[in-house]
């Protein structure tokens, strides 16, 4: 059932393609497809989105909006390291609600859209950006709390925890389980701890 | 220009839809793009694969008898940490070479292409399956050398050098540069080194 108002309609096609286009891929998703799930006609469809590219840059920001808010609400505790791991356990359990059918779709539209659009890359590098930002802001602190440095820059260790959790439901996607993600993230906890120096035998 | 023998029009086939693939997908690429970029007439083509999938197949097929070529090849030498290292050195090189068009073929098919095919996803098992296997042979080898266990199972060791691995590609690829993903490889460098037991202060 279509809503009736302007706002509700533009809202309820970007919900339903963002599940679509995290399915089946934005490129290989007809317009025919995006009309039968919306169940919005042709004519509609473009009063909204004048084109496949303006639906798909809206989907993207309306996905790179609820992920900062994931991470706002995710990333919390007194704990710098453990804010990393509930954000990342967050993730995991909204995958596993979809049973991980799609992935991530900033991790697919990477893949998939920069070719020609650089509006969507441009979404793409804000999401990544400020995701790698504030795990870096998490280990800083870490460091500091702990009185001593990991044993490797920080851009470089938040980019491992950027890439691992990427590539982490990739491999649950194409396993259809949980573990693949499951055993990143672990994998990410021990290489986190810092010790103190004092502790260190 | 067509090789005149079959085992060559096959061949050439595969090779320019293994790029073709890469870059643009498999579900997002037609067969008129196949035709173009292939040169062989439509009736020629379905000769040799009787169907896209057959030709999908074929082509993640080539894709692993060379990844699993370039893992003999590349993870070599003395010191079983150093092998897994210049394996991912190798692919961030080949991957520098087709300028980051594409990533990882397989990756992009663990996302697009599993869902209808089961055949696909066989492949896919096998490759990842290889990989992991060889990634925790050489850091079992690494523990029993340096006489201590690393602080988290191999396993999931290993699942985090493969996550890294594809994330990392998934990061370059959409910043166009080798950054990322060395910076990856070289943050697995760092975790992958085991202090012997009587070397710690």
Known sequence: MIPARPRDTREHIIKTCRQLFTA??????PISAVIEATGVKKGNLYYYFPSKEALGLAVLEDARD?????LEASCVGPDPVERIINSCTVLLQQMEKDNFVGGCLFGNAALEMTEGD?????VLHSVFGHWLARVEECLHEAESLAGCPFSL???RLAKLVVAAVEGGIMMSRLNRSRDDFQ???LALQTILRI???DRQI
């Open 195 to 197: 010790e103190e120096p």
């Open 24 to 29: 089946r891929g934005f490129v290989s998703t």
């Open 153 to 155: 820059p920080v851009p």
């Open 183 to 185: 055993d990143c993230i």
């Open 118 to 122: 650089t509006r969507f890359a441009e």
């Open 66 to 70: 609820d992920f900062f808010a994931l």
